[in-house]
């Protein structure tokens, strides 16, 4: 029973996520209490649920651009011809992280406009370096005997990165992937700051009209999809792991 409550808790949680984003109305009587003057519990601006998938939509397509351009430099710089770039290529990714991404919008947002770019732009710089160093340690920490061997089969370079080094360091890649999906999952919040549409819409209407009521269901709403996903994620991760212990 024991092993099975992580996942019945999930699925609680899955079910509750889906039947608030669909049918909001039937939590308002939770939600009255944290209203004051007679304010609407529930956020009545927009589809909770559209939001919640266009935030979904911002995310993903900010991760996938950091996943191709990390990944990227992370194999240029453990090759022998791109290893003198690695101390360039950490600081490109650290910029990400040493600019908050308040700051990152600010910038942006002269450059390309309001709306979702200047958004994309700031969580695309915050989730590269935890997938290039995750990448990076899984390729350089790869077992030199491995890529011997696949050298002695007479693999390519390619053929060794595409069917050796990238596969075996997979499990790592996917734990930075995670991570840099969950910190752009919050992030993403600010992102309506500058007209984007993301679940920070709820969140800033709750501030502007003091309604703690829609504070919580913006909130709530984000740390769900948090939770989820990267159980999600995680799970996907000791599926790799599993499959290359196979493998090995």
Same mark, same amino acid.
């Given at each position: 029973?024991?092993?099975?409550?992580?996942?019945?808790?999930?699925?609680?949680?899955?079910?509750?996520?889906?039947?608030?984003?669909?049918?909001?109305?039937?939590?308002?009587?939770?939600?009255?209490?944290?209203?004051?003057?007679?304010?609407?519990?529930?956020?009545?601006?927009?589809?909770?649920?559209? &939001? #919640?998938?266009?935030? /979904?939509?911002? =995310?993903?397509?900010?991760?996938? +651009?950091? *996943?191709?351009?990390? $990944? !990227?430099?992370?194999?240029?710089?453990?090759?022998?011809?791109?290893?003198?770039?690695?101390?360039?290529?950490?600081?490109?990714?650290?910029?990400?992280?040493?600019?908050?991404?308040?700051?990152?919008?600010?910038?942006?947002?002269?450059?390309?406009?309001?709306?979702?770019?200047?958004?994309?732009?700031?969580?695309?710089?915050?989730?590269?370096?935890?997938?290039?160093?995750?990448?990076?340690?899984?390729?350089?920490?790869?077992?030199?005997?491995?890529?011997?061997?696949?050298?002695?089969?007479?693999?390519?370079?390619?053929?060794?990165?595409?069917?050796?080094?990238?596969?075996?360091?997979?499990?790592?890649? &996917? #734990?930075?992937?995670? /991570?840099?999906? =969950?910190?752009?999952?919050?992030? +993403?919040? *600010?992102?309506?700051? $500058? !007209?984007?549409?993301?679940?920070?819409?709820?969140?800033?209407?709750?501030?502007?009209?003091?309604?703690?009521?829609?504070?919580?269901?913006?909130?709530?709403?984000?740390?769900?999809?948090?939770?989820?996903?990267?159980?999600?994620?995680?799970?996907?991760?000791?599926?790799?792991?599993?499959?290359?212990?196979?493998?090995?």
């Amino acid at each position: 029973m024991r092993a099975w409550l992580p996942l019945l808790l999930r699925l609680c949680l899955l079910a509750l996520l889906v039947a608030f984003l669909s049918n909001p109305l039937w939590f308002e009587p939770l939600l009255r209490p944290l209203t004051q003057n007679g304010a609407p519990a529930v956020y009545n601006q927009g589809s909770l649920l559209s &939001l #919640a998938l266009l935030h /979904l939509r911002t =995310v993903a397509i900010a991760t996938a +651009a950091a *996943i191709v351009v990390a $990944v !990227a430099l992370a194999i240029l710089v453990t090759r022998p011809i791109g290893a003198e770039f690695l101390p360039l290529s950490r600081s490109l990714v650290n910029i990400g992280q040493t600019f908050p991404p308040v700051a990152v919008l600010a910038l942006a947002v002269p450059a390309v406009g309001f709306g979702e770019k200047p958004t994309l732009i700031a969580l695309f710089l915050y989730g590269l370096l935890p997938i290039f160093e995750n990448t990076l340690t899984g390729l350089t920490t790869t077992p030199p005997s491995i890529v011997e061997a696949a050298r002695g089969a007479g693999m390519t370079g390619w053929q060794r990165l595409t069917k050796v080094e990238l596969p075996l360091c997979l499990p790592v890649m &996917l #734990a930075g992937i995670r /991570l840099s999906v =969950v910190i752009s999952l919050a992030t +993403a919040t *600010i992102g309506s700051t $500058v !007209a984007a549409k993301t679940l920070g819409e709820v969140i800033i209407a709750g501030l502007q009209s003091n309604n703690l009521a829609f504070v919580l269901q913006g909130g709530l709403i984000v740390a769900a999809l948090a939770v989820l996903i990267y159980d999600a994620l995680s799970a996907l991760e000791r599926m790799a792991a599993r499959r290359m212990g196979q493998v090995a």
